[in-house]
């Protein structure tokens, strides 16, 4: 099994950045990909970003495209979603996962934090 932790979260204004972390322990050698999702109340929870964890590559949802960026630490086993020029609707609760198949296939994520708030202020 793979457990995944957030933090990060956080009140900010509208313009302003946060950075959310997640560290994952347990099998990490299982991890292929790691991502951020994010949910508001009402709404499913949709794909913000991901990295592969044996490449370089990097996802992002178009809503969020030049203003989050994702990277990671392979040594500690954490990833990182640094977010600028926040939007109120970027409000939500975003979750970390992590999964053992590519890390663009999104229905492959089957290990989940349990979610941090961020919420971001006009």
């Known amino acids: 099994q793979v457990q995944v932790v957030e933090s990060g979260g956080g009140f900010v204004q509208a313009g302003g950045s946060l950075r959310l972390s997640c560290a994952a322990s347990?099998?990490?050698?299982?991890?292929?990909?790691m991502g951020w999702f994010r949910q508001t109340p009402g709404k499913e929870r949709e794909f913000v970003s991901a990295?592969?964890?044996?490449?370089?590559?990097?996802y992002y949802a178009d809503s969020v495209k030049g203003r989050f960026s994702i990277s990671r630490d392979k040594d500690k086993n954490t990833v990182y979603l640094q977010m600028n020029s926040l939007k109120t609707e970027d409000t939500a609760v975003y979750y970390c996962?992590?999964?053992?198949?590519?890390?663009?296939?999104?229905?492959?994520?089957?290990?989940w934090g349990q979610g941090t708030q961020v919420t971001v202020s006009p």
């Open positions: 990295i592969s964890w044996l490449d370089p590559n990097t």
């Open positions: 996962a992590a999964t053992r198949y590519d890390a663009d296939y999104i229905r492959g994520y089957g290990y």
């Open positions: 347990g099998r990490t050698f299982s991890i292929y990909g």
